[in-house]
């Protein structure tokens, strides 16, 4: 009897689906901070944290419908096809749900540009890629071109390169409803090639929101132009001008992979060495 009640749990379970997986665009750190600032409501009423949905509830986040079903389905089904795509993002347009509007399947943006800047962006629909490429452990390379008001001395390409101090927001704590604390960090080293008098382009392995703009300022030089050219070993190869979007190659693809095998390997063997 007990055995079928477990059984009956496991299955009840299965029915449902925790409210923070039911937003596709955003991380589960993300979505939790959403349902915390009272964004995402589950028919109609304001969702709660730890709550679990049906197929039969409508979840919505800042008032738009969230295509979840379909895809928890698909996943539990084995018939999701998985899509990855590089996108030329234009200036001025902001990161929020899939820039490509498609029908058939929601893609999200792994990671963000801010609104001013350009480039690459790599869109999908497979959760696996987010940690595989964003985690700052995995030391993923992104490369930017940047225009600045003025001309840096090599003193400020020097300093920058080593490391500045700069101002950053932790993020808010979705279960005390306040923002983050904002503390000062010294940025990693990072590789700054000079291309012309106003010209720079860095390489830097972390993913801080405006990162290079807050290393510019730290120096005292502002940044006129931000444009992404390189992302977790991906380029803007095959696009020709801004709102273009390709999908991924084989050798892009293999790279892709190979990191979700490296992230894969490298968490199953953290999970066995605490358990050991």
Known sequence: EIQGNSAAMSSLKKAFTRL??????????????????GRVTVDGRRGQFGERVSFKNVVRLDGEVQEW?????????????LRYVKYWKPPGEECTGDPLRTKAERL??????????????????????NNAVLRPKT???????????????EADLRAMAK??????????NPFLFRKGPRR???????????????????????????????????RGLTVLDLHRTHFAGLSLAGLRRAG?????DRPELAILRQAIATYSKRTTQQEKNTSS
Do not use: M
């Open 244 to 248: 273009d979007w390709i999908e991924l």
């Open 139 to 153: 030391r993923q390379t992104k490369r930017y071109v940047v225009t600045l008001d003025s001309n840096p001395s």
């Open 184 to 218: 000062v960090v010294r940025t990693l080293p990072c590789r700054i090639d000079r291309l012309g008098a106003q010209t720079l382009a860095f390489e830097i392995h972390e993913g801080r929101n405006r990162h290079v703009r807050r290393v510019c300022e730290a």
């Open 108 to 129: 999200f943006t792994v990671g963000r540009l801010d609104k001013d800047t350009s480039g690459l962006l790599l869109l999908t629909n497979d959760g696996r890629v």
């Open 69 to 81: 079903q379909r895809l928890e389905k698909a996943k539990a089904s084995g018939d999701l096809l």
């Open 163 to 172: 490391g500045v101090d700069v101002v950053i927001s932790e993020p808010p």
């Open 20 to 37: 923070n997986k039911c937003l596709p665009r955003l991380s589960r750190r993300a979505a939790d901070v959403a349902i915390g600032e």
